[in-house]
């Protein structure tokens, strides 16, 4: 099949076996808004619980034009809480990584971007969200962008 494996470093969250990779500097942000995210119950914004894949780094398989997200076992089902630290969380092994989000200042993002922004990850274009990571609303903001996702016609690039 030609896999091939990168290690990334960033957050990875997951909607229904559907993933986000939560990418930033260290300490901007990215364990936090996982947490809050994890924290949220199911509404009908969203298709179910959010679980935690990774957290710090990740694994990323290339399977045709598909990715896959993995924690190392080192790591799988830990957390970074900032003043609390490492923390056990619930979490799925995998799940296939349909989002990039990158971590951004206010007002560096778009109201309405058009284009929608892609970013490339391991040959692959996935769509870009860019969100403010303390916003009150960016868990929620970036669970409905997940869920989203998954009711736009996929491409077969």
């Given at each position: 099949m030609g896999d091939?494996?990168?290690?990334?470093?960033?957050?990875?969250?997951?909607?229904a076996g559907n993933a986000v990779l939560i990418r930033g500097v260290s300490g901007s942000g990215k364990s936090?808004?996982?947490?809050?995210?994890?924290?949220?119950?199911?509404?009908?914004?969203?298709?179910?619980?959010?679980?935690?894949?990774?957290?710090d780094y990740v694994t990323v398989t290339r399977?045709?034009?598909?990715?896959?997200a993995e924690?190392?076992?080192?790591?799988?089902?830990?957390?970074?809480v900032?003043?609390?630290?490492?923390?056990t969380v619930p979490c799925q092994e995998r799940a296939?990584?349909?989002?990039i989000a990158d971590l951004a200042a206010p007002e560096q993002i778009e109201r309405l971007p058009d284009p929608a922004p892609t970013a490339e990850l391991g040959g692959v274009k996935l769509p870009l969200l860019h969100i403010a990571p303390f916003e009150a609303s960016a868990p929620?903001?970036?669970?409905?962008?997940?869920a989203e996702r998954f009711k736009r016609p996929q491409s077969s690039n």
């Open positions: 091939a494996a990168e290690t990334h470093h960033g957050t990875v969250i997951a909607l936090d808004l996982a947490l809050r995210c994890l924290a949220l119950a199911p509404t009908a914004l969203t298709t179910g619980p959010a679980m935690l894949v990774a957290d399977t045709g034009d598909r990715l896959v924690a190392p076992a080192t790591i799988r089902g830990k957390l970074e900032r003043g609390i630290g490492i923390v296939e990584l349909v989002l929620i903001k970036l669970l409905v962008a997940l």
